[in-house]
């Protein structure tokens, strides 16, 4: 029971900490009023409302009664009422009393005016509160006719209550606006350590973030910098480490090309330069993997003219542009640049057919990557982006490359915002979708 009214009570709060805060403010605050509102309309309103509706109710019935009595004087009686008693009185003889009567159950005004006139004129009362702004049309049944009665309605309706509306609504809508100025100068500080933790999550370059705010933001902040400086340090003593192996391990290789160039054996040497070769590409890919996150600042690209300069560049190799829509997305481009040439690379490796497609939705844009080749086996999806992960068996044996570029496409993504799925393809091989937020 517990566990399910948590659940409801999770989906209905608002998603921000700033609509939470407000709401732990402002619902106090609306409580208090429902509160104050009800007692006083309890106590007071509905209270001074029906004595001032009886003695109305009285004065008419007393009218009535003398109109009824008195035949002589009629006239007399009407102008007596219309000067003192701010009534306007017509009588109405020969004409059809109204059968239906408008009523607003609603209204407490509505609600007490018809108990009055209930208790007084049983069925043969009929009133308008509605047709007119500050006056009440009322019809009392006489014989043949009617009496006809016009009154203002703050004889039944007191005008204290627009007042008290004033007094309740004014001071709460003040605190609420206090309340949202105050909450939005918290929550900024948080707001930006969210989005410059976001930004340093996805690779792009960030100043010195300032710690603002309440004590306990301002720690998080300065924790903040100090992890992103100690993360800072870290890349760079990797790349740089790698870059020295890089530099180390070329020249020896460089000396053993010249060697197996001077040797004689050529199936040796043939065998021995295939070696090398593939050293060569190991030590590229190593390199890649480690550098691919150099910082690279982000720009607002056609995705449409980014894909067509890589497919460009594999002409005669099988790779197509299927379809390709103009969007607009902020990315680093040579990034992604970098992940699509492994996606393509990895699909030319295993198949002789690749396609590429765009499909954008309201905040994501997709990129479909196809193959014609022999797939991966769905057990094996999210194990194929782990680094140095190769699926021999199923994606061929003989196959350059230490499994990197798929890794080294997910990498990217991630750093973006956004994911790198697998599923079967429509031309039989394997379809990477790359999703990126728009």
């Given at each position: 029971m517990f566990y399910g009214l948590n659940n409801f009570i999770k989906k209905i709060l608002p998603k921000r900490?700033?609509?939470?805060?407000?709401?732990?403010?402002?619902?106090?605050?609306?409580?208090?009023?429902?509160?104050?509102?009800?007692?006083?309309?309890?106590?007071?309103?509905?209270?001074?409302?029906?004595?001032?509706?009886?003695?109305?109710v009285n004065d008419v019935k007393i009218l009535f009664e003398i109109y009824q009595t008195n035949r002589a004087d009629k006239e007399e009686i009407l102008?007596?009422?219309?000067?003192?008693?701010?009534?306007?009185?017509?009588?109405k003889e020969n004409e059809?009393?109204?059968?239906?009567?408008?009523?607003?159950?609603?209204?407490?005004?509505?609600?007490?005016l018809r108990r009055e006139l209930k208790s007084a004129f049983p069925n043969s009362y009929w009133f308008d509160t509605t047709s007119y702004k500050e006056t009440v049309y009322l019809k009392i049944k006489y014989k043949n006719g009617f009496l006809q009665i016009f009154f203002p309605k703050d004889k039944i309706a007191p005008s204290s209550v627009r007042i008290f509306a004033l007094w309740i609504t004014l001071p709460g809508l003040l605190l609420i606006t206090i309340a949202i100025f105050f909450l939005k100068n918290q929550t900024k500080p948080i707001v930006n350590l969210a989005k410059a933790a976001e930004k340093f999550g996805k690779g792009e370059f960030i100043k010195e973030f300032r710690p603002s705010g309440a004590k306990e933001i301002r720690q998080a902040a300065f924790e903040f910098n100090r992890m992103r400086k100690r993360i800072s340090i870290h890349l760079n003593q990797r790349s740089e480490m790698l870059s020295g192996i890089s530099h180390d391990l070329r020249t020896p290789l460089t000396r053993l090309k010249l060697q197996l160039a001077m040797l004689k054996q050529e199936d040796v040497a043939k065998k021995m330069g295939d070696d090398i070769e593939e050293m060569e590409r190991m030590l590229n890919e190593y390199l890649e993997f480690s550098r691919h996150q150099k910082s690279e600042e982000t720009e607002r690209i056609n995705l449409k003219d980014l894909i067509v300069s890589i497919v460009n560049n594999y002409e005669n190799k099988g790779v197509t542009l299927k379809n390709g829509m103009d969007y607009k997305i902020d990315v680093r481009p040579n990034s992604i640049r970098r992940c699509l040439i492994n996606l393509i690379d990895n699909g030319l490796s295993y198949g002789k057919k690749v396609e590429i497609s765009t499909e954008g939705f309201e905040k994501k844009i997709s990129i479909l990557v196809d193959d014609d080749g022999p797939g991966i086996p769905k057990n094996e999806y999210k194990n194929v982006i782990k680094p140095f992960y190769r699926i021999d068996k199923s994606r061929g044996q003989n196959k350059a490359g230490v499994g990197l570029g798929l890794s080294i496409a997910n990498d990217i993504i991630l750093s973006h915002g956004g994911n790198i799925s697998f599923d079967k393809s429509p031309i039989n091989g394997l379809r990477v979708k790359v999703s990126l937020p728009s």
């Amino acid at each position: 029971m517990f566990y399910g009214l948590n659940n409801f009570i999770k989906k209905i709060l608002p998603k921000r900490l700033f609509y939470r805060s407000l709401l732990i403010v402002v619902a106090p605050i609306i409580l208090l009023q429902i509160i104050i509102t009800t007692v006083f309309f309890d106590s007071l309103w509905i209270k001074v409302n029906k004595g001032m509706t009886r003695s109305l109710v009285n004065d008419v019935k007393i009218l009535f009664e003398i109109y009824q009595t008195n035949r002589a004087d009629k006239e007399e009686i009407l102008d007596l009422y219309n000067k003192n008693f701010d009534f306007v009185v017509r009588i109405k003889e020969n004409e059809i009393f109204p059968a239906v009567i408008p009523e607003r159950w609603f209204s407490p005004m509505d609600r007490s005016l018809r108990r009055e006139l209930k208790s007084a004129f049983p069925n043969s009362y009929w009133f308008d509160t509605t047709s007119y702004k500050e006056t009440v049309y009322l019809k009392i049944k006489y014989k043949n006719g009617f009496l006809q009665i016009f009154f203002p309605k703050d004889k039944i309706a007191p005008s204290s209550v627009r007042i008290f509306a004033l007094w309740i609504t004014l001071p709460g809508l003040l605190l609420i606006t206090i309340a949202i100025f105050f909450l939005k100068n918290q929550t900024k500080p948080i707001v930006n350590l969210a989005k410059a933790a976001e930004k340093f999550g996805k690779g792009e370059f960030i100043k010195e973030f300032r710690p603002s705010g309440a004590k306990e933001i301002r720690q998080a902040a300065f924790e903040f910098n100090r992890m992103r400086k100690r993360i800072s340090i870290h890349l760079n003593q990797r790349s740089e480490m790698l870059s020295g192996i890089s530099h180390d391990l070329r020249t020896p290789l460089t000396r053993l090309k010249l060697q197996l160039a001077m040797l004689k054996q050529e199936d040796v040497a043939k065998k021995m330069g295939d070696d090398i070769e593939e050293m060569e590409r190991m030590l590229n890919e190593y390199l890649e993997f480690s550098r691919h996150q150099k910082s690279e600042e982000t720009e607002r690209i056609n995705l449409k003219d980014l894909i067509v300069s890589i497919v460009n560049n594999y002409e005669n190799k099988g790779v197509t542009l299927k379809n390709g829509m103009d969007y607009k997305i902020d990315v680093r481009p040579n990034s992604i640049r970098r992940c699509l040439i492994n996606l393509i690379d990895n699909g030319l490796s295993y198949g002789k057919k690749v396609e590429i497609s765009t499909e954008g939705f309201e905040k994501k844009i997709s990129i479909l990557v196809d193959d014609d080749g022999p797939g991966i086996p769905k057990n094996e999806y999210k194990n194929v982006i782990k680094p140095f992960y190769r699926i021999d068996k199923s994606r061929g044996q003989n196959k350059a490359g230490v499994g990197l570029g798929l890794s080294i496409a997910n990498d990217i993504i991630l750093s973006h915002g956004g994911n790198i799925s697998f599923d079967k393809s429509p031309i039989n091989g394997l379809r990477v979708k790359v999703s990126l937020p728009s």
